[in-house]
């Protein structure tokens, strides 16, 4: 019983298209709670280890994603043009850089940091990279609204949670 249960959380992070919580895993795989899915993910990457197959269970971004090995990655990037970091701008990643230490933050906030005009960065980050999300909005004269990364963020940038952003100086870590 214990394969078919390992086989069904494997589809499913599989067919994934972002990562799941274990509570998520346990319910597309029809398991008991989130304390069998995180047994069930060790059990699979310790299987998978054993086999030395191409793939490892990862937390990413609050959620569990099948990923293949780092080191199977040249090959990969044979196959696919995956979007980077790199297809991002130096303002861009300036300006992204500011919403993830000083988060939340108004486009005021962002724009003293950089000292130049990010409205439109903004916009792209938030429209059409889908990096970052409004928070609501400053209890302030105007009511701005307050910007912060999104788990796509996390993902995209291969981090577990903001503290595992590295110290920058100048900005303080994210709350």
Known sequence: MATA???RLEAALMAA???LSTRRLAEAASLIDSKEAATLLEALNARNDAAGTAFR???VARGWRLLTRRHL???LDRLHARPTVH???APLLETLTVVAYRQPCTRAD????RGVQSADLLKQLLI???LIRTAGEEQTLGRPFLYET???FLETFGLKSLAELPDVEGLPRPA
């Open 17 to 19: 298209d972002r990562p």
């Open 5 to 7: 249960k390992l086989a």
């Open 73 to 75: 990655a040249p090959w």
């Open 110 to 113: 962002v724009d003293a940091v």
């Open 87 to 89: 297809s991002l701008s």
């Open 150 to 152: 999104t788990p796509k």
């Open 128 to 130: 059409d990279k889908k």
């Open 57 to 59: 269970v990862e937390r």
